[in-house]
């Protein structure tokens, strides 16, 4: 049975009402994750909430905010590393970790991902191939500089042609044809045969 959404939810802004259904909605086993987490200090804090259903059984996919503190074998640095980056219930930390392909595992989590990437779609202007030039650097300048917003990639910093091909519903072949414009314009990296980056940006 295919996975489908019974609640998307973002908790951008000083609303009550997040709180709220946060605490109604984040629950199930990414949420006891987060919980056990900030035993060490860490902060997972979901920004977008999907609840997914198979049959009776429910899933939560978060594209969340996630803070560590930095320790050392002689104990905590001072320091701090943040990202945002997509999780599960049976993944919470597979993408912060690197490990790409694992992530797509999830029934559940690769059809939120396709639902975000609907509605990213609805909000852009796709009328030729320049114009899907350009919503390709929108959406990387938009992780950049407002991480929250989640233009339906699974790390910050960073794309990938197969989520960007559903977004732009065209066979990942033509969406690296785009890309490769865009790189012989200066103007994003590509890597791996996958990841699109802004030009000279790191890797989260």
């Known amino acids: ?36 987490r900030a035993s060490y200090g860490d902060v997972i804090d979901p920004v ?9 059984t429910l899933h939560n996919v978060a594209w969340v905010h996630r803070t560590n503190l930095d320790w050392q074998t002689d104990g905590y640095t001072g320091g701090y590393s943040e990202m945002h980056h997509i999780a599960c219930d049976c993944l919470p930390e597979a993408e912060s970790h690197g490990q790409t392909e694992a992530i797509f595992t999830c029934n559940a989590l690769v059809a939120a991902l396709k639902n975000r990437a609907e509605e990213v779609r609805q909000t852009a202007s796709i009328e030729d191939d320049y114009a899907k030039r350009r919503l390709i650097l929108r959406l990387l ?64």
Do not use: T
């Open 48 to 56: 977008h909430l999907y609840v997914m259903a198979d049959g009776q």
């Open 141 to 204: 300048r938009a992780d950049r500089e407002y991480p929250q917003s989640w233009p339906a990639n699974v790390l910050q910093g960073e794309h990938q042609i197969f989520l960007l091909s559903m977004i732009l519903q065209e066979h990942p072949v033509e969406v690296k044809c785009h890309v490769d414009q865009l790189v012989d314009e200066g103007k994003v990296d590509f890597q791996d045969d996958e990841i699109v980056r802004l030009a000279h940006q790191k890797a989260a």
């Open 1 to 36: 049975m295919a996975y489908r959404e019974v609640a998307s939810v973002s908790f951008i802004g000083e609303d009550p009402e997040n709180q709220h259904l946060k605490n109604m909605l984040f629950v199930g086993d990414l949420a006891d994750y987060s919980e056990d």
